[in-house]
């Protein structure tokens, strides 16, 4: 049994928060850690997901949030980047009002700046598998849903570009 046990993928495992000014517009940090834009989020052993969000949601942006419905869960292959599969959940973590918005603290030495940022402009900012996991959470909060994605995308879904995501919710 250890054989096959050991013989089992390791998976990396991650959990984000998709998080909202009443226009719409998605919360977005940029890690001082490493190039690019992120979603508040992350993950640490021994917890689960639900509570990492919490966790991370007070260390990142200062205060609680509860994460609300699940959004997305996205399973990737291991690639160079990243030699482990990973599954990634998106919990919808709600609208920030104009005093939750002007409370919002970032610890320096992870994060150096925030913005909100209209869905349909995000790309360029996130990376292409995180802006297609955000957009679909955007849609899905939209329809009432959750996706089951692969790499971003739907299983045998048509591979739509992240605008055309957002613009099918209509």
């Known amino acids: 049994m250890d054989a096959f046990l050991a013989s089992?993928?390791?998976?990396?495992?991650?959990?984000?928060?998709l998080i909202t000014?009443?226009?719409?517009?998605?919360?977005?940090?940029?890690?001082?850690?490493?190039?690019?834009?992120?979603?508040?989020?992350?993950?640490?052993?021994?917890?689960?997901p639900r509570e990492t969000l919490r966790r991370e949601l007070a260390e990142e942006i200062g205060f609680?949030?509860?994460?609300?419905?699940?959004?997305?869960?996205?399973?990737?292959?291991?690639?160079?980047?990243?030699p482990r599969p990973s599954i990634m959940y998106l919990y919808d973590c709600g609208t920030l009002d104009a005093a939750q918005q002007a409370s919002i603290t970032l610890p320096a030495e992870e994060?150096?700046?925030?913005r909100f940022v209209a869905p349909d402009a995000l790309d360029g900012l996130l990376p292409g598998r995180l802006l297609r996991r955000v957009v679909e959470a955007?849609?899905?909060?939209?329809?009432?849903?959750?996706?089951?994605?692969?790499?971003?995308?739907?299983?045998g879904a048509a591979r739509l570009a992240?605008?055309?995501?957002?613009e099918s919710v209509d």
Not at 162 to 166: D, G, S
Request: glycine content about 14%; cysteine-free; overall charge negative.
């Open 21 to 48: 000014n009443p226009a719409g517009e998605v919360l977005i940090v940029d890690p001082t850690y490493k190039p690019g834009w992120e979603i508040p989020g992350g993950m640490e052993a021994g917890e689960y």
């Open 111 to 114: 994060l150096s700046e925030h």
């Open 8 to 17: 089992l993928p390791a998976v990396y495992v991650g959990v984000g928060g």
């Open 64 to 82: 609680t949030l509860e994460p609300g419905r699940l959004l997305t869960v996205d399973f990737s292959l291991a690639r160079p980047a990243r």
């Open 162 to 166: 992240p605008r055309e995501m957002i």
């Open 138 to 155: 955007v849609r899905q909060r939209a329809l009432g849903g959750t996706a089951d994605q692969e790499n971003g995308f739907e299983p």
